[in-house]
């Protein structure tokens, strides 16, 4: 889903004199005459996609292989779960060591700051569509079809299970004679078009499979989403992410009825860190934003690696500062920052 977030818009007098944007950093006791800002931390956001299977075996399960020569019949219930899908995505959290006021001199014509609901600076002098991802709601599907609307009068007669799995039986072979019988067109009364031919041969095939569940039983599947968020500030080794069971789906992370599914993260060390001299020689004279630095993450379990890849983290790089100049008074600069990593992806004069 996308929406545009909070647009916060400050405008001052214009004037035929230049002036700069100050900018300093903010303290919550001082109140600013400007747009107070921060930039992000970096949370690593994994959504899980999950399948359940629940079987139920048929009311006819001990005969499927003496009736139809069907083999192999599970005659117990049982339900399984599976991962079916690991989505791993980035969202940014306010880094309260990193909050900002922009703050307006006289004379000096404002920028237009776009920020998200949680006061993170993504756009300056434009606009940025930030989409959010939203998980879908758990979906199931049943399977079972009614069969007991097929059963014949003789087979609901029949006083014992053998005799009416025998009728059943014979009753699912008739329809697939039926069915070979109009695709050869052997019977008297053909249907008139192949859009009739269709609806028949149809309704044959949903009566075949309704019988034979009898015999075989049904699946019935529902599908369930989980997020699992962490917030990284070093680097980290094999920590348990979440745990699944095949029985019991997802469990807590101290639950050993789960499989574990470890994340591990390593920063690479893409940026050079400033010296704390340098942090201290470093002022404030214009809008600051993040240079994150790259970080290895990879998902796996016992059996090996589901997911690798080196994405940006901005607590783990450093900050730098944009020139004063790009923002006074007749300038056209367009900033977009990555809502998630605080980094410019698009400057534009």
């Not at 002098?125 to 009068?153: F, G, K, M």
């Not at 790089?317 to 944009?322: A, F, K, M, P």
Request: with cysteine.
């Amino acid at each position: 889903m996308k929406r545009n977030l909070l647009i916060a818009i400050v405008a001052l007098m214009s004037s035929s004199v230049m002036a700069q944007t100050q900018l300093t950093e903010f303290t919550p006791s001082v109140t600013a005459n400007g747009v107070n800002y921060a930039l992000p931390k970096t949370r690593l956001r994994v959504d899980v996609t999950a399948m359940k299977v629940s079987y139920t075996p048929g009311e006819y399960a001990r005969y499927a292989e003496r009736y139809l020569h069907i083999s192999g019949v599970n005659r117990e219930a049982s339900t399984q779960w599976s991962v079916t899908r690991l989505n791993v995505c980035q969202e940014g959290v306010p880094d309260t060591s990193k909050v900002y006021t922009v703050k307006m001199k006289d004379k000096t014509i404002a920028p237009m700051a776009q920020l998200t609901s949680s006061g993170i600076l993504v756009a300056v002098n434009t606009t940025a569509e930030i989409e959010e991802p939203v998980l879908p709601s758990t979906s199931q599907t049943r399977h079972q079809l009614d069969a007991r609307q097929y059963l014949t009068e003789e087979i609901l007669s029949a006083t014992s299970v053998a005799k009416r799995a025998e009728l059943t039986a014979q009753e699912i072979l008739d329809i697939r004679e039926s069915k070979n019988a109009i695709k050869r067109g052997q019977v008297e009364s053909m249907p008139q078009d192949g859009a009739s031919l269709k609806i028949v041969l149809d309704e044959l095939d949903v009566q075949e499979r309704a019988l034979t569940q009898l015999f075989v039983g049904y699946s019935d599947t529902t599908v369930t989403y989980q997020t699992y968020t962490f917030l990284p500030t070093e680097d980290i080794e094999k920590d348990v992410l979440f745990r699944f069971s095949r029985k019991l789906g997802f469990v807590d992370a101290d639950d050993l009825a789960g499989e574990p599914y470890y994340l591990s993260l390593k920063d690479q060390h893409t940026v050079v860190l400033p010296t704390q001299k340098d942090m201290l020689k470093k002022k404030i004279t214009g809008l600051v934003y993040n240079m994150p630095s790259m970080a290895k993450v990879i998902i796996s379990t016992m059996s090996g690696t589901l997911y690798e890849k080196e994405l940006p983290f901005a607590q783990f790089g450093t900050v730098d500062v944009l020139s004063p100049t790009l923002f006074n008074k007749g300038a056209t600069t367009k900033l977009t920052l990555h809502p998630a990593t605080g980094g410019i992806m698009h400057l534009e004069q």
